[in-house]
T-cell receptor, first 118, second 115 residues
Framework: GAGVSQSPSNKVTEKGKDVELRCDPI?????LYWYRQSLGQGLEFLIY????????KSGLPSDRFSAERTGGSVSTLTIQRTQQEDSAVYLC????????????????FGPGTRLTVT | DAKTTQPNSMESNEEEPVHLPCNHS???????IHWYRQLPSQGPEYVIH???SNVNNRMASLAIAEDRKSSTLILHRATLRDAAVYYC????????????????FGQGTILTVHP
């Protein structure tokens, strides 16, 4: 079946511009996560959605970052006034709801969007 | 969050078994041990998880020490496709609050497989 898809796969933008990154999770997955991976860095958590609500936004690095999810499906991560330090691969993952299975459900990751801020 | 410690890198030959260690001496009683891997230029993929007993699936086996302070991911016959960064992650799905869903990745172990 279809996995998690993300678009665009690559995005080059000028410093100061706004960008929107899109994530289409696996159908039926109620949980959705955004992570980012900077060059030479590990993966860091950004935000977690359960349905359309975001109970954990603790990883968003600044108020320039925001995300929304509509219809319990597609999610958009928006970065306003991009800075060079925002350059990274932004990864989206989805999973079934956590608490119904001991140990949790595995997260399925998309291929990522490579963002380059010039 | 309880932390994990993994070697920075390991090497293996194709078709040989690989044992990837992970230390988690501060693991709590409700932490599950999860393994993910990230192939080059791809997002991470789930490998296996367990609590106390050893676990097997089509990809790998997970051996958990009796005191749960360490675990080992076992690839029974390494292939070139297994070359990846392997992450050992602790998750407590019963933790209070809203952050139980996220994965906290460390630096992982870079596995190189030689033909």
């Amino acid at each position: 079946g279809a996995g998690v898809s993300q678009s665009p796969s690559n995005k080059v933008t000028e410093k100061g511009k706004d960008v929107e990154l899109r994530c289409d999770p696996i159908s039926g997955h109620t949980a959705l996560y955004w992570y980012r991976q900077s060059l030479g860095q590990g993966l860091e958590f950004l935000i977690y959605f359960q349905g359309n609500s975001a109970p954990d936004k603790s990883g968003l690095p600044s108020d320039r970052f925001s995300a929304e999810r509509t219809g319990g499906s597609v999610s958009t991560l928006t970065i306003q006034r991009t800075q060079q330090e925002d350059s990274a691969v932004y990864l989206c993952a989805s999973s079934l709801q956590m608490q119904w299975r001991q140990g949790g459900y595995e997260q399925y990751f998309g291929p990522g969007t490579r963002l380059t801020v010039t | 969050d309880a932390k994990t410690t993994q070697p920075n890198s390991m090497e293996s030959n194709e078709e040989e078994p690989v044992h990837l260690p992970c230390n988690h001496s501060t693991i709590s009683g409700t932490d599950y041990i999860h393994w993910y891997r990230q192939l080059p230029s791809q997002g991470p993929e789930y490998v296996i998880h367990g609590l106390t007993s050893n676990v097997n699936n089509r990809m790998a086996s997970l051996a958990i020490a009796e005191d749960r302070k360490s675990s080992t991911l076992i690839l029974h016959r390494a292939t070139l496709r297994d070359a990846a960064v392997y992450y050992c992650i602790l998750r407590d799905p019963n933790a209070g609050g809203t952050s139980y869903g996220k994965l906290t990745f460390g630096q992982g172990t870079i596995l190189t497989v030689h033909p």
